[in-house]
């Protein structure tokens, strides 16, 4: 199963709503800092738009995105004094919880033994970046004869350079956007989509020209 969440879906009623769950545990009132608020507003419904893509899964994103913001909430003081300033903190535990998540879901093999979709974590993300990289690269894209060799570019590519994709081409955000999700200076967003059009064109031994993106 693919899947990859429209901005104008219906993510904005799965967004988890931190203050009041955080309030809601036994003993515990939480009053949620103005600028985590803005954060959270700012940043929430891409961080759950990545992970249901990365994931296939809604309820699984909406639980590592909720596990991130109790886990924000909870130390907001000392991730301000992170490097790279809170988004790219906020990112890091992302991908690690979402990570984690799939390595903690088990699955039977052909064989009935139990196994984990580590090694193959990348599957649902990688089908919807092949779709929506045919889609932006229709002209340079059109003289290959089967997808299949994108596929094995796209799910070859360093982390950063796959995010990016992801970010940019499946979701749709532009380059300044994706930049600030990740916590990543802008151009240093555009030199990874450069380098993974590179290896893209690299893999596929075709010339995908110049990435002239307008930001």
Same mark, same amino acid.
């Given at each position: 199963?693919?899947?990859?969440?429209?901005?104008?879906?219906?993510?904005?009623?799965?967004?988890?709503?931190?203050?009041?769950?955080?309030?809601?545990l036994?003993?515990?009132?939480?009053?949620?800092?103005?600028?985590?608020?803005?954060? !959270?507003?700012?940043?929430?419904?891409?961080? #759950?738009?990545?992970?249901? =893509?990365?994931?296939?899964?809604?309820?699984?994103?909406?639980?590592?995105?909720?596990?991130?913001?109790?886990?924000?909430? #909870?130390?907001?003081?000392?991730?301000?004094?992170?490097?790279?300033?809170?988004?790219?903190?906020?990112?890091? *535990?992302?991908k690690?919880? *979402?990570?984690?998540?799939?390595?903690? =879901?088990?699955?039977?093999?052909?064989?009935?033994?139990?196994? =984990?979709?580590?090694?193959?974590?990348?599957?649902?993300?990688?089908?919807?970046?092949?779709?929506?990289?045919?889609?932006?690269?229709?002209?340079q894209?059109?003289?290959?004869?089967? @997808?299949?060799?994108?596929?094995?570019?796209?799910?070859?590519? @360093?982390?950063?350079?796959?995010? *990016?994709?992801? #970010?940019?081409?499946?979701?749709? !955000?532009?380059?300044?956007?994706?930049?600030?999700?990740?916590?990543?200076?802008?151009? =240093?967003?555009?030199?990874h989509?450069r380098?993974?059009?590179?290896?893209?064109?690299?893999?596929?031994?075709?010339?995908?020209?110049?990435?002239?993106?307008?930001?």
């Amino acid at each position: 199963m693919t899947m990859s969440v429209p901005e104008d879906s219906d993510a904005r009623s799965a967004l988890p709503t931190t203050s009041e769950e955080l309030n809601s545990l036994q003993g515990i009132h939480y009053e949620m800092p103005s600028d985590l608020d803005a954060f !959270y507003r700012m940043y929430a419904r891409p961080q #759950l738009r990545y992970a249901a =893509t990365v994931l296939g899964d809604m309820k699984a994103a909406q639980s590592v995105v909720r596990r991130l913001y109790t886990h924000l909430s #909870l130390n907001w003081a000392v991730v301000l004094l992170e490097d790279g300033g809170p988004e790219a903190y906020a990112w890091r *535990v992302l991908k690690m919880s *979402v990570e984690l998540h799939m390595r903690m =879901t088990v699955g039977p093999a052909a064989d009935g033994r139990s196994t =984990t979709p580590a090694g193959n974590a990348r599957t649902t993300a990688v089908h919807e970046a092949v779709r929506a990289t045919l889609e932006n690269m229709r002209t340079q894209l059109a003289a290959i004869e089967s @997808p299949l060799g994108l596929y094995t570019a796209i799910a070859a590519l @360093p982390e950063r350079q796959f995010d *990016v994709i992801i #970010l940019q081409y499946v979701l749709g !955000y532009p380059c300044k956007q994706a930049a600030n999700i990740m916590g990543i200076n802008p151009a =240093t967003a555009r030199t990874h989509r450069r380098l993974a059009r590179k290896r893209i064109a690299t893999k596929l031994g075709i010339d995908l020209g110049d990435d002239e993106e307008k930001e």
